[in-house]
């Protein structure tokens, strides 16, 4: 009910605001920098004389813009990254003119190192969440934009780090080998993206090659596809540029950790620009036995083939390899006491490893100034293998833990092809931005399991809890329920997608996708073979409200969906091929507000519905039943930016109660879902204290929440603080020290199980030097 008052009260608002609006025309303009290429990206803000409410736009990739305008003089304040801000007095009559030249020079951060950015850590626009360049205000959804100013200033390496700041993300321990965020109380391991392509394989990302992270949280399966019920991960990366950049970046710290990564970005000529990211690291842990070693390369090219067509080619090649570390079990209904560094299992036989191929192609051109042509092909090959034997119960005496081991390996090769058909067109009062859409892709993934056994005999065994480091012998073979499989997916779909400017106080945002999902599964074991066929449609519906430019109410609504295979197709028999996919529906009402320059407010309150889960016939426990559901309500509070021309800031609250709304196979009704903790808070704070020194300050709290969906396993909540130093050492020359857990405090951070604990970093001190020359 409370969705339908807030809906009603932006109706309500948009038809006081729609009423007697003047005549708009056309305004264009061009974003160029000091060597006349094009500005992609950059945020066009239209501030007319004597009014509060004007325009937003975004330059697209030839650096042109269009704005509708009501006839009168204006200021225009254009800004991009690496650039500086530039302002312009422009006036607009009754009809199009000749477009607006708009020249922005190199920013300084560009070529010095300071101890805090100009724009501090805002991003202000993404064309990921519609395909279609929009400012962050004017989208109807909850999205955190962690940038690369951000990334640095905490020496993040990991999407762990990143979703600290993040509020409704959380990440799970993931079984020591990958990543697992819980977005808004749905786990999920599938749902990354890179540059808007689905990267699904489960492995520990790195960060070395990113601009940002975005986190686009609610369904998002009209723009993605199936999946992402309660959010998504995008990770952009870093493309090559006209405006020369060489930095080394060297990191050390306790626990032996060492990392080095370099960013040439070079052009070649005035057509031609080459950038090349790299970088690795060997490093330990406080966890006993760890070690990390991982690398990666990833060069890529821009080509202006002319002023209305651009040609962006990249690769890259990463290499993980670590120890599976699953944590410590658990004791009447707490984690264990015992040493945080204290592996329990046998490190001899707990690899881990990735190797990850991407390769892409986007070809962009732009027609005029109303029509956008884009299409981008990736190419992704992944080959995995884990193997870990790893805690179970621990008996009643707490003096022997259970430990029993397997190991899995998947190959996967993905390809992916879409296209997008963007097209601005004003009708009369109205302007609309329509967009067309087709994606094309198919993956194969081949799936094999091994169990441990105990002196070849025994699949589980008892050591001495006081003792857990075991290095019993192990045999590795198939048992009788072990996976080897293949399975190859299809996919087909079409999207449409209107975003529709009432007037400059009213925009709606509507469209639909379809997806034609086929899999098919065959089991190698049995000679088994099994097919599933899906058509899913998924709608999303918004409206936004502004009142003023730097304010905007908005309404969601949003649907997705996700095949009975699951995230990572690991098994289709007679029973789930005959199930529904999974239904996520999310209602969503928040609040941007551009406070000032450089610095925003948002919040949301949502309810994410998930139905069509599956649960056990209470006459008959053999027949599987899709009417478990599951439920998440929730609050998010968010700040970025710059609060002062010194202070930087970055975090927000997260409220979220997450429970079973309707028993399930694995819970009962009302139980509460796990790594879901009601309250998050987080907030990094950047104080410029003198031209070369600054200082920062974290503090991290979670509430207590449950390791399983069974909430027999409570892990308790936890505040930590970190700490860091930046000195400018030359205009090129930045040296940092961050800390990690100040104040040394112990806690658990996740949990993949009941007995799967993850304990949180103990206090580390890590010295970065970064240089450009």
């Not at 944590?327 to 329990?344: D, E, K, L, M, N």
Request: charged share 20%; glycine share 8%.
């Amino acid at each position: 009910m409370e969705y339908l008052r807030a809906v009603a009260g932006l109706c309500l608002l948009s038809m006081n605001l729609l009423g007697g609006e003047p005549p708009r025309t056309q305004f264009h303009g061009k974003v160029i920098d000091q060597t006349r290429a094009p500005v992609a990206g950059a945020l066009i803000v239209a501030k007319p004389q004597g009014r509060t409410a004007g325009a937003t736009g975004i330059s697209g990739p030839t650096g042109a813009f269009t704005l509708p305008l009501e006839s009168g003089e204006y200021l225009l304040t254009v800004s991009a990254n690496d650039f500086q801000d530039a302002t312009q007095t422009v006036s607009v009559g009754d009809a199009s003119g000749t477009p607006v030249e708009i020249l922005l020079t190199v920013s300084e951060v560009r070529t010095t190192v300071t101890v805090t950015e100009a724009a501090g850590y805002q991003i202000v626009a993404t064309n990921t969440a519609t395909k279609t360049a929009t400012p962050l205000i004017d989208i109807p959804q909850s999205i955190t934009v962690v940038s690369r100013e951000l990334i640095k200033d905490q020496l993040m390496m990991s999407m762990a780090d990143v979703v600290r700041y993040v509020p409704g993300i959380t990440m799970a321990q993931g079984e020591g080998h990958r990543d697992a965020p819980v977005i808004r109380g749905n786990s999920t391991t599938s749902d990354f993206y890179v540059n808007g392509v689905r990267d699904d394989v489960q492995y520990f990302r790195d960060l070395y090659n990113l601009e940002r992270v975005e986190a686009l949280k609610g369904p998002n399966a009209m723009i993605f596809g199936r999946g992402g019920g309660g959010g998504v991960i995008n990770r952009a990366t870093k493309e090559a540029g006209f405006t020369p950049l060489r930095e080394i970046s060297l990191l050390g710290g306790t626990f032996g950790n060492k990392r080095i990564a370099g960013d040439l970005d070079q052009p070649l000529s005035d057509k031609v620009a080459f950038r090349l990211n790299a970088m690795y690291e060997n490093s330990n842990s406080f966890r006993n036995y760890f070690n990390l070693e991982r690398y990666g390369l990833a060069p890529t090219a821009t080509i202006l083939v002319d002023a209305s067509t651009r040609i962006r080619l990249s690769y890259e090649y990463f290499h993980d390899q670590r120890l599976t570390d699953r944590g410590i079990p658990s004791y009447q209904g707490q984690p264990a006491v015992t040493h945080r560094s204290t592996f329990f299992g046998n490190p001899d036989e707990s690899p881990t490893h990735a190797d990850v191929h991407l390769g892409s192609a986007v070809v962009e051109r732009q027609v005029g100034t109303r029509l956008n042509i884009r299409n981008n092909t990736l190419f992704g090959g992944y080959d995995k293998f884990y193997r870990n034997v790893f805690p179970g119960a621990v008996n009643a005496t707490a003096t022997l833990v259970n430990l029993s081991g397997y190991d899995n390996a998947t190959q996967r090769g993905n390809a992916f092809n879409q296209t997008d058909v963007t097209y601005v067109a004003p009708t009369g009062p109205l302007q609309h931005t329509l967009l067309w859409g087709a994606e094309f892709g198919r993956q194969a993934t081949d799936n094999f399991r091994q169990t441990a056994y105990f002196n070849n005999t025994a699949t589980s065994i008892n050591v001495p809890f006081a003792s857990p480091t075991d290095f019993t012998p192990i045999t590795w073979r198939q048992a009788a329920s072990d996976a080897n499989n293949r399975a190859v997916n299809t996919v087909a779909a079409t999207y449409i997608q209107d975003q529709v400017s009432l007037t400059r106080f009213v925009q709606l945002v509507g469209g639909v996708r379809f997806d034609r999902f086929d899999l098919k599964f065959h089991n190698n074991r049995n000679n088994d073979k099994r097919r599933r066929k899906d058509n899913l449609i998924s709608p999303r519906a918004g409206i936004v409200v502004k009142p003023a430019t730097p304010l905007s109410l908005y309404f969601n609504y949003s649907v997705s969906y996700l095949p009975s295979a699951g995230d990572q197709f690991a098994s289709l028999d007679a029973t789930t091929e005959t199930l529904k996919p999974e239904k996520f529906t999310n209602y969503e009402a928040g609040v941007k507000w551009d406070v000032r320059r450089y610095l925003s407010l948002t919040t949301a309150v949502y309810r994410l519905s998930r139905t069509n889960t599956r649960s056990v016939d209470p006459n008959n426990p053999a027949i599987i039943l899709q009417t478990g559901s599951q439920r998440t309500n929730g609050y998010e509070l968010g700040i970025n930016g710059n609060v002062t021309g010194a202070w930087t800031v970055s975090g927000g609250y997260g409220y979220q109660d997450a429970f079973i709304s309707s028993a399930t196979a694995a819970a009962r009704l009302g139980a509460q879902i796990a790594i879901v903790p009601r309250h998050t808070f987080s907030l990094w704070n950047n104080y410029r204290i003198l031209p070369r020194l600054s200082g920062g300050l974290g503090i991290i709290h979670q509430a207590d929440m449950w390791a399983g969906v069974d909430n027999t396993v409570t892990l308790p909540g936890f505040t930590r603080a970190d700490a860091a130093l930046y000195y400018s050492l030359t205009e090129k020359m930045r040296l940092q020290a961050n800390i990690e857990n100040l104040t040394d405090k112990k806690y658990f951070i996740s949990a993949h199980s009941n007995n799967n604990i993850t304990p949180g970093y103990a206090r580390a001190l890590r010295i970065g030097l970064t240089m450009r020359f």
